[in-house]
């Protein structure tokens, strides 16, 4: 009788890991996202993560709609300058481990990265209203750049990563890749955070339930910026209190606690 290997487990675990989570980040009552909004991935640890295929929503993922990719060859096509559309469809399929699985979202390049240089081991991407009525707006990332409540900082990281408006694909994933490296060169550290202004919002986890924890956390914190507009503008804290905040013990195991 033939048993599954250990690998061929841990492969099969992530993948359905990585349903739930999509799953939870996809649910309409939430508006994270909706229709084929957004993408997750999660590192298998092998040189190879699973990532949404193109097209797929969030809400019904299906293992069949996940495609495995080969992390060194998504990372290879950043250095590839001036491709066209086709070639970078092209390249897409290139990165597959198994070609029977179906094209990787055209983020593959930005999962890759926050995957590697990012340190994280699960990705997710949404197009959480909240947070894109600020990010569409004039203040653009602005109000993200300060802190309003504790939560917030155990939960989204004291510092976030920003890009400016990019074209979604390989032109994005290249500028992702001067913020990643921007920001730990800054921190020593990758962000938990990372907003694309007129896009949305990217969460980098240690595991699948840290990255829904910061999406909802940080659509808690959107709403909580539009509300208090209602009342003069928000009330920062100071940044002094904010790295007290970042840095106490007791803040540092809640964060391990929550993260899972």
Known sequence: ???????????????????????????????LALLGEGNTSAA????????KASGSRLGTLQPEQLSRVVTDRALAVLDEKNID???????????????????PSVETFLHALCLTI????????THTDSVL???CSEAGADPFMQHIYPDEIV????HLAVVPYVDPGLPL???VQETLRTYREQHGHGPKVLLMVNHGPVALGKTAGEVLNIMLMLDKWARILIHAQAFG??????????????NRPDEHYRRKQLAG
């Open 44 to 51: 298998i640890g092998d040189g190879t993560f699973w990532v």
């Open 1 to 31: 009788m033939n048993t599954m290997s250990h690998q061929d487990a841990t492969v099969a675990h992530i993948q359905s890991e990585l349903i739930t989570l999509s799953h939870e980040l996809g649910r309409e009552d939430r508006r």
């Open 155 to 158: 939960v989204c990281g004291r």
């Open 118 to 125: 990012g340190e994280a081991q699960w990705v997710g991407h």
């Open 233 to 246: 503008g928000p009330r920062y804290l100071a940044a002094d209190d904010a790295d007290h905040l970042d």
């Open 133 to 135: 009525s600020i990010l």
């Open 173 to 175: 994933a290249c500028a």
């Open 85 to 103: 559309n086709a070639t970078v469809n092209q390249r897409l399929q290139d990165t597959l481990l198994d070609r029977a699985h179906p094209q």
